[in-house]
């Protein structure tokens, strides 16, 4: 039987926080979207969860200021008489029947169409997951079968992760540095004697280094320096690492004071390292976003926000060159998101470094660091250079 055949103006790979910015925004576009990713249900525990003013305006910007209410209801807001910073709020929801399971093993853009505007140059075949297959797993027998599905599109956004496969599709490499140094993260409700447990802390001791973010009901998240192995580089096998080892790293680095953990919501393991892809888009056809194009620590708290703003400038472009058949404005996306992600992968790396440094001088400045990147983390210091889109000389 011939594969089902679809046809759409965007097709987004992976919904994960930048992919559900870009599926909103396409949506008040009114461009005709789809999106994909190999997990069939929502990610309810842990990953980036923390939103910034930036991020909140355009939530806010899209017509529904419920939304961005309904964040502020759900923030964790820890020190009452001070300035309040959103620390925590879910995801955009999205009907469990848009996120079907998939794997999509097959990708071909068809450069002699990609200058046609009817044309939809971009072919993904898609097969759907059977109930026991693990997501991300190996290529297996089963997926070698013919695709269940065709889809075509006029444009594509990679929003698929670290590990993405439409990067790896287009043949695009990542550039940079993994460093031999690894950080357990943990959500968990503490039992501790130590004062200030639910109040944001940078913590460092000879034992190594602690930032503490206080959450919803009850738990704490922390960031724990876990060591280093002894190869830059090196395999760090993460999945021998418990919670009972995080706590226990973290009991060392906090004596005097005790702790011990009655819950734990969600933990991860995670190696220091700061990559950039070498470009964000292909033939202005097929785009990338978010992890799939920057990676770094979760130290400052602006990944996340980061990737869907990556989002939000590419879909309006897209809208616009699909309404005026001028496509020469999506070029800027590649331009203007990847001088911010460099920005945000250096200022990671210095962030990341003062952490693993441990106790020094620059210690007792953690404030004074911290508010150097604080415009930045917030989101209202991006600049983009001159383009098609304003000159130096336009008056703001």
Known sequence: MSPKISEVDLLITGAGPAGLMAAAWASRCSLKTRIIDEKDTRVRTGQADGLHCRTLEIMDSFGSPSIAHEILGQA????EGHEQHIERSESVRSGEEDLPGSRYPQLHVEEASVDDHDAYPVEIHLRGLGKNERAGSPDSEAAQKPATEIVRAKYVLGTDGAHSWTRKALGLQMEGDTTNKHFGVMDFIPLSNFPDIRISCAIHSSSGSIMTLPRENGLVRFYVQLGESSVQGSNFDRSKVTPDDI????RKILQPYTLDYGHCDWFSVYTVGQRLAQSFSHLDRVFLAGDAVHTHSPTMGA?????????YNLIWKIATAIRT???SILATYNTERMVTAKELIDKDRAMSNFYCDGPSANSKRYQEFREAFRDFVSGVAVEYGPSQNWHISTPL
């Open 247 to 250: 706590i226990e790293t973290s």
């Open 325 to 327: 058949r001028n496509t």
């Open 76 to 79: 964790c807001n820890p020190k």
């Open 303 to 311: 990944g996340m926000n980061v990737s869907m703003q990556d989002s």
